[in-house]
């Protein structure tokens, strides 16, 4: 038998999961199995999953899994597979089923369709491999759009959240001068990815200003639109600011699935030679995955939130 969280008489917040047990999923061609050790949390995990509306948005029906990151060892692998071997350690994304003891994942598959799987680098442990392919592809999908580069000064709106942490230290690896929003008690985990902190909310644009005389180039807003209009008051053109959360007319919005190939990939490199860090907030046993999404639906987690398995 195999365990897997479930929503399974209705979507809905932490108290409708359940941790239940099942005859284990077996690779069938062009797939592989993945025993999950670790699994991250994303915010659109539990927003798909919310109400019975948006699931079916996202092609979710009952009874349906929870969670897309995941990392683990590859114990099982279908007929026709290449690239693969019993005994790899994999990560990657699988939408809406990963909180699971197994997961099965198309070989030439996408976190959309039949999940992906990439080889873990030496140096990455799981937990952190496990908070990779979400986040990081939605950073590296934003600053594709915005480009940043030496002599730029970027505004990154949700600079603490869990795309946040990619971003701001991406846009430093590039060059760039950071600013990033967030709470008061964030301003030192912002320092310590390398941006410059500024609380959010009524005077923004003011406090950039002063912290900024010299103006600002370009802009990620990570959490809604706030930080996409102030860049417009500070003179940010459109093709120069991108959001994540929300649409904007005359702005171009960014998706992880159309991160460049190959952008996971760079970002695990990243990892696993010590130029990319990853905040881990919090972990916690499948157990009490009612504990860990509360905590992260809360949006008040400086990193990422893991469950173990």
């Given at each position: 038998m195999s365990r897997a969280v479930q929503f399974v008489e209705s979507f809905g917040g932490p108290?409708?999961?359940?941790?239940?047990?099942?005859?284990?999923?077996?690779?069938?061609?062009?797939?592989?199995?993945?025993?999950?050790?670790?699994?991250?949390?994303?915010?659109m995990d539990w927003f798909m999953t919310s109400d019975a509306e948006t699931a079916a948005r996202f092609g979710l029906t009952l009874p349906s899994g929870f969670g897309t990151d995941y990392a683990g060892v590859v114990d099982q692998v279908g007929d026709g597979v290449t690239g693969f071997a019993t005994g790899d350690r994999v990560f990657?994304?699988?939408?809406?089923?990963?909180?699971?003891?197994?997961?099965?994942?198309?070989?030439?598959?996408?976190?959309?369709?039949?999940?992906?799987?990439?080889?873990?680098?030496?140096?990455?442990?799981?937990?952190?491999?496990?908070?990779?392919?979400?986040?990081?592809?939605?950073?590296?999908?934003?600053?594709?759009v915005v480009k940043p580069g030496p002599g730029d000064t970027v505004l990154i709106g949700g600079a603490g959240g869990g795309v946040g942490v990619f971003a701001v230290q991406l846009a430093?690896?590039?060059?760039?001068?950071?600013?990033?929003?967030?709470?008061?008690?964030?301003?030192?985990?912002?320092?310590?990815?390398?941006?410059?902190?500024?609380?959010?909310?009524?005077?923004?644009?003011?406090?950039?200003?002063?912290?900024?005389?010299?103006?600002?180039?370009?802009?990620?807003?990570?959490?809604?639109?706030?930080?996409?209009?102030?860049?417009r008051e500070l003179g940010v053109p459109d093709e120069r600011i991108t959001t994540i959360a929300a649409q904007v007319a005359g702005i171009t919005p960014a998706n992880g699935a159309n991160a460049a190939p190959g952008a996971i990939e760079e970002i695990a490199r990243l990892v696993a030679t010590g130029r990319l860090r990853v905040p881990l907030a919090a972990s916690f046993p499948v157990e009490r995955i009612r504990d860990a999404v509360e905590l992260q639906a809360a949006r008040h987690v400086h990193g990422k939130v893991v469950i173990e398995l």
């Open positions: 108290e409708s999961l359940q941790l239940r047990e099942m005859p284990e999923p077996q690779a069938g061609p062009g797939q592989i199995r993945v025993r999950v050790t670790a699994a991250g949390l994303n915010p990657g994304g699988a939408l809406s089923r990963t909180v699971a003891d197994h997961v099965v994942i198309d070989a030439a598959g996408t976190i959309a369709v039949g999940g992906d799987a990439h080889h873990t680098p030496d140096g990455v442990d799981d937990r952190t491999a496990a908070t990779l392919a979400i986040a990081g592809c939605t950073a590296a999908a934003a600053l594709a430093v690896l590039a060059g760039a001068r950071v600013i990033g929003t967030g709470s008061a008690s964030s301003a030192d985990a912002l320092r310590a990815l390398g941006a410059e902190p500024v609380t959010y909310g009524e005077g923004l644009v003011e406090r950039v200003r002063a912290l900024a005389p010299g103006g600002v180039t370009a802009a990620m807003d990570l959490h809604a639109t706030d930080t996409a209009q102030a860049a």
